[in-house]
């Protein structure tokens, strides 16, 4: 065992227990819908249920596998859900993201940690292995914003931020606690063409997409400068399964892992379109997402997974460019 496990209470239970029936909350969301499919590529249709609230899922989506309604707030009606179908891990996806969640930081609160709280004491009771994600939204403006390491200042000033920085330390806490085997990333922006994003301040990076094919133009509400960290749907998926196929005795972190992928300015991302359709034209008006940005890392030092887990990102700006607009213009068309 590494020595260096950050644990007094691993008990038998917990130790690299199998993954076969899994619930994914928020799986309607923008990564939980992609996560789904392949989860139950990997474990079976019949072996992943998929967990939405209000938004419709796609026909794929519902019907692929198992589906139920529920609100991560309703513990009873969770509990219900985890016995009837035997679930064995989580992967948390629901979640209330950083912009939505400055219009409204009383239901981020709320369903942030609320949701997460019930998610742990589910899996305390029941011996259930959890995905909790985080975000580089748990950084902060006093943050050192280049190649952020994985242990530093953690003092968001987003309600959203302040959700993460307690999530991670929930998780770390039951882990450390209650032996409950909770893992977790600190995604940066996520960028992907099948299921538009939920209300985050890097919304920017999918939208500039989608209207780049639809209109040749777009109107950024970052300014041409603002460099975050990044990362393709693909490489998110390969991330978070890996995270939780890696063997529990190779690693020291737990549920706050910095992943990045490739990071880049607002700027340069337009640029990176127009490459391809070079009558595409980006302007820039700046709104209350700006400030959010400017309290974000511009860019991750990741070494802690590459080491503990072997993470390595196969998508840059430019191959995922390539891939957003060639797959985005098939969609856009039917
Ligand atoms: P999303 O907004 O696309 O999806 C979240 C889902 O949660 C939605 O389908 C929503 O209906 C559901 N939800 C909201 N309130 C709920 C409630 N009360 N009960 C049950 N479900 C509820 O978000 P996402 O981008 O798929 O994010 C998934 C996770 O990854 C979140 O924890 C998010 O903070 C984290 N994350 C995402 C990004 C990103 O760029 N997408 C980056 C960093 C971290
Ligand atoms: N993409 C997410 C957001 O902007 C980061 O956590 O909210």
Known sequence: MNENVRTDRMGDYMSDRKIEKILVTGSVGQIGSELTEELRNRYGSDNVVAMGRRTKPSEELLNSGPFVWCDITDRDKLNIIVDEYEVDTIFHMAAILSAVGEKNPQLAYRVNMNGLYNILEIARERELRIFGPSSIAAFGPETPRDNTPQETVLRPRTMYGVTKVAGELLCDYYFNRFGVDVRGLR??????????????????????????????????????????????????????IDIMEAPLENLVHHSDFNVGAMSFSARELAASIKEFIPEFECSYEPDFRQAIADSWPKSVDDSAARNEWGWVPQYDLPAMTEDMLYNLRIKLAE
């Open 187 to 240: 995604y940066p922006g996520i960028i992907s063409y099948k299921t538009l994003p939920g209300g985050g301040t890097t919304d920017y990076a999918v939208a500039i997409y989608y209207e780049a094919i639809k209109h040749g133009r777009y109107t950024c509400f970052v300014g041409p400068e603002t460099m975050l960290p990044m990362m393709y749907m693909p490489d998110c998926i390969k991330a978070t």
